[in-house]
DNA sequence: TATTAAATGCAATAATGTTGCAATACTAAG
DNA sequence: CTTAGTATTGCAACATTATTGCATTTAATA
């Protein structure tokens, strides 16, 4: 953690270091409801900025369904990006029985062409059962 | 209208007639607050009721970017199905000039193999510039 | 037209997210 | 080590988004 964030020029603080392991804590993305339940005392409003922070400096992404919680995890190496050109080569998967949501990496992200569309990057989220729920 | 409604079992009001044909006017999807500037006098939480029970009927479906405001849209053939079960055969692309975003079909929509992962259905959410802004 | 179930409008409240600012903590230069 | 300067935090206030209960109104149909 020490070295990303001196990567990232973003200084190491005790609130940072919490939060950020508790994203190492669980391997599936987590929403920030569940960050505030894991966090036993802790200020609401520097918690959103220090969320918001990690994502503008990619240390973490958010994750959306239609119809579900907004969920963030850890960017991997792939992906290790500001919000604005944030780009992964790994899916999303989220589990309808047990409601995770996992960052899976695939072997040949697709490709799209469109005509009347110039495509510059694609997100790909998949729902269905996990191999734990199976 | 009235058919679609009918076969939803979905009584017309004034209301709903004007939300509707709302998003009959915009061929891209919009967002609530988009709704909203376009409604001159109405109750905010009718809108928000009526605009969730269209998305239980399948009249509309959400469409989420990480990152961007949610967006919602009429339902095509394929996807009028309610919240649990939409599905559809059509990817969603999001203009990073003009912001807009629009429901394209694709003639083979990419199938997804996954060990460990059994896939129900997928998502593709596309960026990058529409034929207008090219 | 009368009956009945559904939809609406209003008030209250909850959940989620942001801003300004003073106090505090950290960093790096001298 | 001390100090000046910068970044972070915690608090209060506020903004935005969404939901619930309930009395009133409206629509469907018999
Ligand atoms: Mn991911
Ligand atoms: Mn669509
Ligand atoms: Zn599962
Ligand atoms: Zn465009």
Redesign the pocket.
């Known amino acids: 953690m020490e070295a990303l964030f001196k990567e990232k020029k ?7 270091r919490t939060v950020y392991e508790i994203f190492e804590k669980y391997k599936s993305a987590i929403s ?2 569940f960050i505030e339940s894991e966090l036993k005392d ?5 918690l ?3 969320l ?1 922070m990690f994502k503008e400096k990619g240390i973490i992404h958010e994750i959306t369904f239609p119809y579900k919680e ?1 969920k963030l995890a850890l960017c991997k190496e792939d992906c290790k990006d500001n919000t604005e050109t944030h780009n992964h080569d790994h899916i999303h998967f989220h589990c309808n029985q047990c409601k995770e949501v996992y960052c899976v990496d695939i072997p040949n992200f697709p490709h799209l062409n469109l005509t009347n569309y110039q495509v510059d990057k694609i997100e790909i989220q998949a729902m269905g059962t996990c191999a734990k729920c199976a």
Chains 1, 2 share one sequence.
């Open positions: 973003v200084r190491v603080t005790a609130f940072r920030v409801n802790f200020d609401r409003i520097t959103y900025r220090t918001k907004k």
